[in-house]
Every structure is written in structure tokens, then in C-alpha cells.
């Protein structure tokens, strides 16, 4: 019986698509290293024939794409160990959510969340998405009784799969804080309030507030800052390269996110339906080469996440990206 077992494997192993392949067997070696690389969410059906298998997803002859939105992160898990779950950023997720998706993934998958927008909004933006609160200042802005009530707390069911919580920071402008002091004393204010044992990382969207005063606050409570190429921020590159940026002893994170300069409508025009990479970004992989070598050398513990908008395809970035570093 095992040894058709294995013939099994076998024949789904040369009849998988290369990159899968590919992908699969970087994962898992980085994984052994404590380095974690996947993408920026994953409900993207054109990645069927990539590392996802449209077959799974047919019933009666058609793609069924509400049975593929909500079967298909096992099927990721077979390929990836970790993802960044963006969609935590909208509405504090519930404990039934949470443990759904982990009911789909194996043990040693990883999962990184953003914050809910509720916490890391100092003013909500003048847009219908936040209706009567459009344009107000964020009563819950950074409380951590609210963080840990609605957020931490349905994290708690899934605490062994949970690698990272990310702060994202919507860029501030002077009506939000005067001065970079302003902020890093709230932050530090609220940095200090959070519980011990989990990984916590911020991001930034200022980029003059890459300065020794916003690393030391990370430093002293021990969270790290998340490297991000974003379209008004400096490239990852050029994050790793401020004197203070890397503000743990333990632990690595970036997400490359859109290239400098390019806003994010632009790449959504520019490169979906996100089939293949359309333009190389020479640089952002370079810099994820450098993470994850300084991860292998340091010890450290490292999450990586990379977007389609990008390049146009984050599965095809991630092998060019590990290439040298398996």
C-alpha cells in the first residue's frame, strides 16, 4: 500500500505546474530556516494553473468562484507556510472567522494580520466608506483596551498559527500630528499597555519619520518595523539601510507592496488580472535576496509578503526573489 502511495505522490508531483513545484519545495526549505515568504492575501483565481488547480473549483462544468474564495487557502497552505490576511484591516475579525481559516491550513503555517483600521486611524478620510464618521478624528485611535478586546482576543483561538501583527499607518498629515514626537509618544504609550508573546510590527506610511526617535520606541518595546515598498515611502532597500531600521533582535518583516511612485489604481490598471509579472522590479527583489540572507545569518526569524501589484504576479516575484536564497 505504501509503495502505491508513493507512486501516487509521484504522479502528482510531475503533474503539477514547475512553479508550483518550485515554490513548494523554497517554502518549505526557508520554513526550516524560520523564514516565512507568501503573498499578500490569496483569492486570486488567476493563479489557477500556477499553484492553484482549477479542477478543484468546477461543478457542473463552470469555475465556481465562491466555492474557489472559500476552499482555496488550503490548497495555498500546500505550496505556502505563511500569508498576510489584509482583509483583518477592514472590520476586527470574529473568532469564527479566525478559526476557519486556520481549520484549513497545517500546523506549521503562519498567519500575519493588519490591524484593524479602528485602531491605526488617527482621522477617518472624507470618503462614503466611513459614512457620518467621514472626516472625524478616531476616538479609538491606538487604544489598546479596544485592541485587545475585539482583535487579540479572537487571535487567542488561533495563537500557534498567529506569526505577525502588523500596525499600518495611514500616512499622517499635520492636522493629525504636529511633529514625529507627537506620534512616537503615543506609540510608545501604546506599545506599552500590549501583552507579551506575540510579534507585533508597524508600518509606516511617512517617510521622514524613519528617524532614531520612531526606532528606539520599536527597539524598547521590542516590535519590529516592517520594511514596505509603498508609493511615497523609500524602497525596502533603502529602509534597511537607515541606521536603527532593523529594531529587533529576533525578528525580520517587509511586505513589498507597489513600487515608489506608482499609486495603487495605477498598478491595478497597469497589471491585473495579475497572470504574469509585467514589469521587473530589479531592486525590490534584490532587497528581498538581502532579507533573507541577513534572516539566515542573524538567526532571525523572518516574515516576507509580497503583492501582485508589484510586478503583476507576487507568485512569479517570490521565485525570482528566492532564487539564490533556497
Partial sequence: MSGNNSDV????????????????????????????????????????G??????????????????????????????????????????FPSREILSGLASQVPQDFRFALKVTEDITIKRFPSIAKFGAKAGLPNEHFLNAELFERSFLSACEGIRPKVGLLIFEFSRFYPVDFQRLGEFTACLDTFLAKLPKGWNFGVELRNKDWL??????????????????????????????????SDTSDSLLAARFLLKPGRNYEEAVRE????????????????????????????????????????????????????????
Wanted: aromatic share 12%; hydrophobic share 40%.
Fill in 9 to 48: 505522490l509521484d504522479l502528482f508531483a510531475q503533474a503539477e505546474p514547475e512553479i508550483r513545484t518550485k515554490l513548494r519545495q523554497t517554502a518549505q526549505r526557508l520554513a526550516a530556516h524560520n523564514i516565512f515568504i507568501g503573498t499578500s492575501s490569496w483569492k486570486y483565481s488567476e493563479w489557477c
Fill in 50 to 91: 500556477q499553484i492553484y488547480d482549477r479542477e478543484r473549483y468546477v461543478h457542473r462544468g463552470k469555475f465556481v468562484e465562491s466555492r474557489f474564495e472559500r476552499d482555496c487557502l488550503a490548497e495555498y497552505a500546500e505550496v505556502f507556510k505563511t500569508v498576510c490576511v489584509d482583509a483583518a484591516y477592514h472590520r
Fill in 211 to 244: 528617524q532614531p526617535d520612531y526606532f528606539a520606541v520599536l527597539r524598547k518595546h521590542g516590535v519590529v518595523h516592517v520594511f514596505n515598498n509603498w508609493s511615497m515611502m523609500p524602497t525596502v532597500g533603502e529602509q534597511m539601510a537607515v541606521p536603527g
Fill in 271 to 326: 497589471f491585473s488580472p495579475y497572470k504574469s509579472v509585467k514589469e521587473i522590479n530589479a531592486e525590490a527583489r534584490a532587497a528581498g535576496k538581502r532579507l533573507i540572507a541577513g534572516a539566515k545569518q542573524k538567526g532571525k526569524q523572518a516574515f516576507i509578503y509580497v503583492n501582485n501589484r508589484l510586478e503583476g504576479n507576487a507568485l512569479e516575484t517570490i521565485a525570482a526573489m528566492t532564487e539564490a536564497n533556497s
